[in-house]
């Protein structure tokens, strides 16, 4: 896999130099951030065939099993503000819609802040995992990224079976994992050297544009409590800005609250 992945990679600055891969781990996240406090190169990505205890958001864990998907996780050093580094996750988002547009023709959108959907099922799920100094600079960041590509609806836990998707549900064909992972590589080193430059505006402008949250009615949930706001836009950090039923408008942040009430996904 190791090998395939690198005889598709094209041309990389950054992310993707070193590949690893390894048939089965608990989670690459975990294993990443090891390798990480162990000194790993900035750009190392690490591929697992499955994942034992794959991570989602919130605690939540993620179904990663073996040959149905792409489970990896990129090593990323930058030199920024951590500020600069609070639309990563979204952008990933972006940049991983773009990498199924070109490996396999998937039209997948946003669902706010970084769910990328096909047809309305989650496809792929980013989870990112920053570590700071004790002086409060940061030391790395871990991007774990999961797509899934061959699973049919049965595989996924019975409770997920109406929100998740593959590429197979959804396009009805089985890919080969490799050509895809390496694009998704060469799409997030494409990612990171815009984030580095400062030049995100790009995947500003596309991520308005694939964003299925905007315009639209949603449900904010916070600590249980659903309220309901119509989604305006998100700002540079990729906030939520809403307005409420009665006039007030809020930035929201990754974070802060869910959203739910689309068509298709509950979150
Ligand atoms: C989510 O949708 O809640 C985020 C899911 C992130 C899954 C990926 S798979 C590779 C990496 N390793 C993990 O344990 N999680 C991330």
Known sequence: ???????CLGPVVRVGKEIAYLPSVTSTNDLMKTMAEAGAAEGTVLVAGEQTQGKGRLGRSFTSAAGKGIYLSALLRPSLPPEALLPLTGFTAEAMGRALK???GAKTQIKWVNDLLLNGKKLCGILTESAFSTEGRLSYVVVGIGVNVNYDREDFPEELRDMAGSLRTELGQTFPLAPIAAVMVEELDRL???????????YLTGYR?????LDRDVLLVKNGLSTPAHALDVDEALGLLVRYPNGEEALIRSGEASVRGLAGYVS
């Open 1 to 7: 896999m190791q090998n395939e992945i690198k005889a």
């Open 102 to 104: 070109r490996a396999v």
């Open 192 to 202: 990171y050297g815009a984030l580095l430059a400062g030049d995100t505006e790009g």
């Open 209 to 213: 544009k694939n964003c299925l949250t």
